[in-house]
């Protein structure tokens, strides 16, 4: 009988070495293990014998068993794993393309924005924003620019017409509604809302009434700062751009404030830097932005006392920064949105 | 401002490298635009020319046979139409192989028959001037053989930018002070004979009987008489002059107040005095329906906005911006009245702006002129008249009003300046720095600074600051560190969630494009047919395709999809984040917009094939985006659109209210008509965003903590057969909300899942198969098979009950 029960365990193994499918496995258990398989049938013999052979025939019996079911656990593991493996298809050639193919990317003019705002905000500036659409008061007359005043020749301004109403921008009298002609708007309306020490920078799109060349576009993107607290002065202002600049544009960097004019600084200033890394513009004074010290007008206009807040406010170009940057000639490129303009900096951060 | 240095120099002594005023003058606030340089027109091979001999052509009468000294061994013989030479004059000859600016080339050739070896020039050929009336005559007899480029390079004209608050700089004298502040070197304002005596009234013997100032816009009118002049045209350095910086040499008198306007910046008109009717000038308002047709022919229709200078009947004069042809003086004249007058700047400005009229003279009165310069300015002119073209002047004039500003006295501090600017100033700096510039400093800290009339703008102390630092400059200021205390404020909302939104697209293989906010009506027309379009218009748009602000991202992006196929470019995915603009109840509103679009397919061939972008391809980028950007879905259900550009009907949807909810989106694909317009091959996915950044201002409240079931689930599966058009949501709701209600306070439901759907064989038509998976948890334990199947029973039969779908079995 234990003869049997190792015939059986070797008949297992045997009949296992051929089985490859799942289907082969069942069938070979049955005839094993199955009601009218050899074993269970072998185990049936248990009954002819005497009760002083029964303990060891016993014994036999689950040793055959525990080693035939093991046979089968093996095997059925091996035939998973193969099943598995097959499931996973072709093997991956991975010089092939990815399928899809779509990488993402952001546009340079992104870049340029979010590299301005990160370097700001390591020293306290904060975004904020306002609308696009503003009205002459907020663009103009709060920032110190009068309507018969010289510099709103320069602004060519972009109306709209006397009978349109605006729902969430806000007039100061009936004033027309625009489009703002710069971001310096969001310095009012963040002094109207919030209060000083207050330190912003104001990324945003805007507007003037060019003609579309290489270097002019219908819109624009532009970045305000603005810092107002208690005794900010120029050498302030000086401090914080020049930290900017070498940040964005390298460490071997000159700069210089040219004395200038903006209606809402005083004094004003375009900052100039001369950089060795810039191309064809390298180690010329070029200019960047334009700033200056808040004009005190501008503060009496949105209710600080001049007397006890100063600040200062800087603008810069952000299509004029990527330009510099990445050696872009013509500005429509950012607008035309071809992707083999945009793919050249859409990882550029 | 185009200045000639030649001419500045008349002023002041400029530096040995005059290049170095193109560093110098930036750094005081005048921009120089790159230096015309007059050696860029290829003057080779022409050449001083002496004149020797002059005879008639044998052949034709206008024209004459030179031998002309150039230099060469023997003289060269050429053939000239012109006329205003003699032998003895020097003249700019070019040669053969030179090339004149308008691109002639000159060779050796025969005129008539006589052979000729080059050509005598006007200024005009030359373009150095715009004289073509004859030969250009060079003054001095410079030596025969000098290229022509060296005697015209001594002079160099710059293109100065002078901002808009420096009214003053616009003239000779003024950049002249400027210079003179920076070197410390005096500047020279030319002698003028003695003023004449200034009446209120006309005198006797004055051309005029009255003048009256009738409009508020003019403060100071002056008026002069002088008698007897003769019109010729201006001498040669005069010419010259106003040539070196593009002005047209008229004649002598008209050339004179040009050159005193350039000069000093005050502008000059000369009436001819026997056209002023009636003896008389007025300054007041044109009337309704007035016109005046000004010096350059153009007839122009006035209105009461703006001031003219008119006699007893017409306008002679647009006030400070251009004469009419009426008053000109020609050759005819012989007796003048001068004019030199403040006119208010921002009038001044409205009329030429309304006119389109720009003009030397407009542009002065614009930024201001020195309201005490008048009667200068007009006896320079004076001068000049009575010097070159004769005649004599009434001493006495009449000059009506006040000057609006004179000097002014400023008080200032060390203390305030030093406030501003940040560093230490000695005294003495602060006050040198305003001496330069002409200013009187009388005191010391306090200084009392006394800014000349002429200095518009330097009004309060801080002006005073400024003009300190334009002479001091700020190259002290090098490495200073950051003094940056902490604020407690957060990138705004509205900022933030256009980050979140374009991060999380990138990560979804979308490429951000950036497109223009001004559109045409025509596509917002078609995009957004039921918006009144006029409403979005602009005033004075300056394009036919800007005419409009944007009301949504999609047209945009569908152009960016079209123009890269249309290049085989491989980009099938874009988004843009922007402001956007919607009409709506209550006026039109600004939003914020996240928009995104997408092809169905690669625009190229790929190796391997790939499930095509469906609409719950979409809709799921869709709620990831929303998810990145910490929002949740608005309130209400999905809203089939249906004949609802720019969408398709039956493949697109919205949720939400933008004026309402303050968020709504929409997604699906375009109408195929729309983007196949825009040429965009194949239907173009798409998902709008619209957010009122008011939603945005708003603080989050905390999420608070749920617990939940660690005890496994019971799961019970079951199919329901509904109407084919009933939304599959309201399905998985209904029963979401009969489970919930059974399970009620026994055991927990989570959400209610749809795993299949089923249409046809089987179904009777007009229905569909929605099937659903339920699965119950209790907090405490693990539900018996009884509780659930008697849980599951009560469902079936409320789902009898309570609607009208029915159990597929």
Redesign the interface.
């Known amino acids: 009988m234990e003869n049997d029960l190792q015939a059986i365990v070797a008949q297992a193994e045997t009949i296992l070495k051929t089985v490859s499918s799942r289907a082969d496995w069942e069938q070979a258990k049955a005839t094993i293990l199955g009601p009218n398989g050899s074993l269970t049938q072998a185990a049936k013999g248990i009954g002819q014998l005497t009760k002083e052979e029964r303990p060891a025939f016993g014994q036999a019996l689950n040793q055959a068993k525990k080693k035939v079911e093991g046979f089968f656990k093996t095997s059925n593991e091996s035939i998973e794993a193969q099943a598995d493996l097959a499931s996973l298809g072709e093997k991956a050639d991975p010089s092939l393309p990815s399928v899809p193919s779509h990488l993402g990317g952001t546009h340079p003019l992104t870049n340029v924005r979010r590299r301005v705002v990160s370097i700001f905000r390591k020293i306290g500036f904060t975004v904020a924003e306002a609308t696009e659409v503003e009205t002459e008061w907020f663009c103009f007359d709060a920032l110190n620019t009068p309507d018969d005043h010289p510099a709103r020749d320069e602004q060519d301004t972009l109306f709209f017409p006397p009978n349109s109403t605006w729902a969430n921008i806000t007039q100061k009298a009936k004033e027309a509604h625009v489009l703002r002609t710069h971001t310096s708007s969001v310095q009012i309306r963040t002094l109207f809302k919030e209060k000083p020490p207050l330190r912003i920078i104001a990324p945003g799109r805007c507007f003037r009434r060019d003609t579309v060349d290489a270097t002019h576009s219908a819109n624009f993107h532009q970045t305000e700062g603005l810092y107002v607290d208690k005794n900010v002065t120029v050498k302030d202002l000086k401090a914080v751009l020049d930290y900017f600049l070498k940040e964005l544009f390298g460490d071997k960097l000159e700069t210089r404030l040219r004395p200038s004019f903006f209606p809402f600084t005083e004094p004003s200033f375009e900052v100039d830097l001369k950089a060795p890394n810039l191309g064809k513009l390298s180690n010329k004074w070029i200019e960047i932005m334009g700033c200056g010290m808040v004009d005190p007008e501008v503060l009496k206009l949105v209710n600080l006392d001049p007397e006890e807040w100063s600040g200062f406010a800087f603008g810069l170009g952000i299509e004029r920064v990527a330009m510099i940057l990445h050696g872009i000639d013509d500005i429509r490129h950012f607008y035309q949105n071809d992707q083999r303009f945009l793919s050249q900096f859409s990882n550029a951060t | 401002m185009k200045i000639s240095l030649d001419w500045l120099s008349a002023y002041i002594d400029l530096p040995d490298n005059p290049d170095d005023l193109i560093d110098v003058l930036?750094?005081?606030?005048i921009e120089v635009e790159a230096g015309e340089e007059q050696s860029s027109r290829n003057l080779d091979h022409v050449v001083v020319g002496e004149i020797l001999s002059k005879v008639p052509h044998p052949e034709a009468d206008r024209l004459s046979v030179c031998a002309v000294e150039v230099g060469g061994e023997k003289p060269a013989n050429i053939v000239c139409g012109a006329t205003n030479f003699q032998p003895g004059d020097h003249v700019p000859v070019a040669l053969p192989g030179a090339k004149l600016p308008g691109g002639f080339k000159i060779k050796k050739s025969k005129l008539r028959g006589v052979p000729s070896e080059g050509m005598m020039c006007s200024a005009k050929e030359l373009e150095i001037g715009t004289d073509d009336q004859g030969l250009l005559i060079l003054p001095d007899n410079p030596k025969v053989g000098t290229p022509i480029e060296q005697l015209l390079s001594e002079d160099k004209v710059l293109e100065l930018e002078i901002?808009?608050?420096?009214?003053d700089c616009l003239s000779y004298l003024g950049v002249a002070r400027e210079i003179s502040a920076y070197y410390q070197r005096k500047y020279n304002t030319p002698k003028v004979a003695d003023l004449g005596i200034k009446h209120e009234e006309c005198p006797d013997g004055h051309f005029l009987n009255s003048v009256s100032i009738e409009s508020k816009d003019c403060s100071r009118y002056g008026a002069w008489s002088i008698q007897g002049v003769s019109i010729a045209p201006s001498p040669d350095w005069l010419k010259a002059r106003l040539e070196s910086v593009g002005l047209r040499p008229i004649n002598n008198v008209v050339d004179i107040t040009n050159f005193v306007l350039l000069e000093t910046g005050q502008p000059l008109h000369a009436f001819d005095a026997s056209k002023i009717k009636g003896k008389t000038i007025q300054i007041r308002q044109a009337k309704e329906n007035e016109s005046i047709t000004t010096l350059d022919d153009v007839k122009r229709k006035l209105d009461p906005s703006m001031m003219v200078i008119a006699d007893g009947e017409t306008p002679l004069v647009v006030a400070g911006i251009m004469g009419s042809v009426d008053a000109e003086v020609n050759t005819t004249t012989t007796d003048l009245v001068l004019e030199s007058a403040w006119f208010?700047?921002?009038?001044i400005?409205?009329t030429a702006?309304k006119l389109g009229l720009h003009t030397d003279s407009s542009q002065r009165f614009?930024?201001?002129v020195d309201p005490q310069g008048l009667e200068y300015a007009a006896q320079r002119a004076i001068d000049l008249i009575l010097e070159i073209a004769g005649g004599k002047c009434l001493p006495e004039y009449v000059c009506k009003g006040s000057a609006p500003r004179g000097e002014r006295k400023i008080e200032i501090t060390q203390a305030y300046a030093e406030?501003?600017?940040?560093?230490e100033i000695q005294p003495e700096q602060l006050s040198s720095a305003w001496k330069r510039l002409g200013f009187l400093v009388e005191g010391n800290d306090p200084w009392h600074v006394i800014v000349p009339s002429f200095r518009s703008e330097v009004e309060?102390p801080?002006?005073l600051?400024?003009e300190f630092?334009?002479i001091h400059g700020?190259?002290d200021?090098q490495?200073?560190?950051?003094?940056?205390?902490?604020?407690s404020?957060?990138?705004?909302g509205?900022?933030?969630v256009c980050?979140k939104a374009?991060d999380n697209?990138?990560?979804?293989?979308?490429?951000?494009?950036?497109?223009?906010?001004?559109r045409s009506g025509e596509e917002i027309n078609s995009w957004h047919p039921s918006f009144d379009t006029n409403?979005l218009?602009?005033?004075?748009?300056?394009?036919s395709d800007?005419t409009h602000?944007r009301a949504s991202l999609l047209p945009g992006l569908v152009?960016?999809l079209a123009?890269?196929q249309k290049?085989l470019?491989?980009?099938?995915?874009?988004f843009e984040t922007?402001?956007i603009?919607r009409p709506?109840p209550?006026?039109?509103?600004?939003w914020i917009s996240i928009a995104f679009a997408s092809f169905s397919e690669?625009n190229s061939r790929?190796?391997?094939t790939?499930a095509k972008l469906d609409f719950f391809g979409i809709k799921n980028q869709f709620l990831s985006v929303l998810h990145a950007m910490g929002l949740s879905l608005p309130k209400g259900d999905w809203e089939n659109l249906s004949k609802s550009a720019p969408w398709q009907s039956d493949y697109s949807a919205k949720i939400g209210d933008c004026h309402r909810n303050k968020l709504e989106a929409s997604i699906g694909i375009l109408d195929l008509q729309l983007t196949k317009k825009k040429e965009a091959k194949g239907p173009v996915f798409a998902v709008e965003i619209l957010i009122?950044?008011?939603l945005l201002s708003k603080r989050k409240k905390a999420v608070t903590f749920t617990r939940f079931s660690s005890f496994p689930p019971a799961i019970k599966d079951l199919a329901l057969v509904v109407q084919g058009d009933t939304p599959a949501e309201s399905v998985r709701s209904d029963l979401e909300q009969i489970a919930i209600s059974v399970g009620s306070d026994q055991f927990e439901v989570d959400p209610v899942t749809i795993f299949d759907l089923f249409q046809g064989q089987g179904m009777e038509a007009g229905q569909k198969s929605v099937a659903c998976s339920m699965r119950f948890r209790a907090l405490d334990r693990t539900l018996s098979e009884k509780e659930v199947n008697q849980a599951f029973d009560t469902i079936l039969q409320k789902i009898d009950q309570d609607t009208p779908y029915e159990l597929r079995t």
């Open positions: 930036p750094m005081l606030g901002t808009a608050n420096r009214g208010r700047p921002g009038s400005r409205h702006r614009s930024r201001d406030r501003i600017c940040g560093f309060r801080i002006d600051v400024e630092l334009r700020t190259k200021l490495d200073t560190p950051v003094v940056c205390p902490s604020t404020r957060e990138n705004d509205t900022y933030e980050q374009t697209l990138v990560g979804q293989g979308y490429q951000e494009a950036c497109n223009y906010s001004l409403s218009s602009l005033l004075n748009p300056l394009t800007h602000v152009d960016n123009h890269n290049n470019n491989d980009l099938t995915r874009v922007g402001r603009f709506g209550r006026g039109n509103v600004e690669p790929q190796w391997k790939q009122d950044p008011i």
